[in-house]
């Protein structure tokens, strides 16, 4: 019988502190109008000092677990999506794999915003093929320590947090992962990334982005791969119960929620609260949609994303 991958539990963290636009204001030429007017974003989480990539990404993975009713020890790998690591290397999957106790193996991935929808497709891939039978798929970033904090036009716009997912290996049912889809190109890799690496001490390394340009890029490109996932199916957009984006903008969001037909009720919004946490958004979206009760099981839900590279995809899924 075709294997395919099941949500058997979702969970998130979020730091303690929270930030709002007025406090933002109080130190860079910027209004909580200015801000929410354009992006959405009233507040944001930012990380405390032991609040670190590794630290959310297993409180975001023990809520999964917990969700799901599984130990760590029944966990064959951690695929851990992040651009604002603790450490070059280890990878933090690994750390993460220890404190939790899983066997297997962990790795990281790298695809910034999009990054959780590629960790998805990785584990998705190697339960299919029967390599991998439970998962714990992760997105953890720590932005706010990336950023050029006298930057208004992208210190204003992110946030720090972790959201994880736990697939299970089950019978191809209708239920679990559809599909995933995948795109990068690497000509506008100047329109968002960060300017610096190990070694480049003549450069601050913070995060740099033509937002302009970004948000053409991420109308057209979101649209093509929801669609691309809907016709790999046999599905229409009138299928489709819940829209769970990336959560960059609200702008953006509401564009893709119209061009899926769906009210705004059924399109899950973090945005305003969460700001930008990158790889960690949708995962986060999607656990407090669970959380409340919104999203039911047997609903279809669309994934969807685009990040630095540029890199952007989709993901259909049935809980």
């Not at 009713?69 to 029944?74: I, Q």
């Amino acid at each position: 019988m075709p294997i395919r991958s099941h949500v058997a539990g979702v969970g998130g963290y979020l730091p303690r502190r929270i930030v709002t636009n007025d406090e933002l204001a109080q130190t860079m030429d910027t209004s909580d109008e200015w801000i929410a007017g354009r992006t959405g974003i009233r507040q944001r989480h930012i990380a405390g000092p032991d609040e670190t990539a590794a630290m959310m990404a297993t409180a975001a993975a023990r809520g999964a677990l917990a969700d799901a009713g599984v130990e760590g020890s029944a966990v064959d790998a951690v695929f851990l999506a992040t651009t604002t690591p603790d450490q070059q290397f280890p990878a933090t999957a690994v750390r993460v794999q220890a404190e939790l106790g899983c066997g297997g193996f962990g790795m990281d991935l790298s695809a910034a915003c999009s990054g959780f929808v590629f960790a998805l497709a990785a584990a998705d891939a190697m339960i299919r093929q029967g390599a991998v039978r439970t998962a714990l798929v992760i997105g953890t970033e720590v932005y706010s320590r990336i950023l050029d904090w006298t930057d208004r036009g992208t210190a204003v716009l992110f946030g720090d947090g972790a959201g994880a997912m736990l697939l299970r290996a089950g019978p191809e049912d209708g239920r679990g992962i559809l599909s995933t889809h995948l795109h990068s190109d690497g000509k506008y890799g100047d329109l968002l990334y960060i300017d610096g690496a190990v070694g480049q001490r003549d450069k601050p390394g913070h995060l740099r982005m033509n937002g302009r340009e970004v948000f053409r890029h991420a109308v057209v490109k979101l649209a093509e791969a929801v669609d691309e996932a809907l016709a790999a199916n046999g599905l229409t957009h009138a299928d489709v119960d819940w829209l769970v984006p990336h959560q960059a903008n609200k702008r953006i969001i509401d564009a893709m929620g119209r061009k899926l037909a769906l009210p705004p009720e059924r399109v899950v919004v973090t945005v305003d609260r969460h700001a930008n946490t990158s790889a960690a958004s949708i995962p986060l979206a999607l656990w407090e949609a669970r959380a409340d009760g919104r999203i039911r099981d047997g609903e279809l839900v669309v994934l969807e994303a685009l990040g630095g590279g540029l890199t952007w995809g989709s993901a259909l899924l049935r809980l």
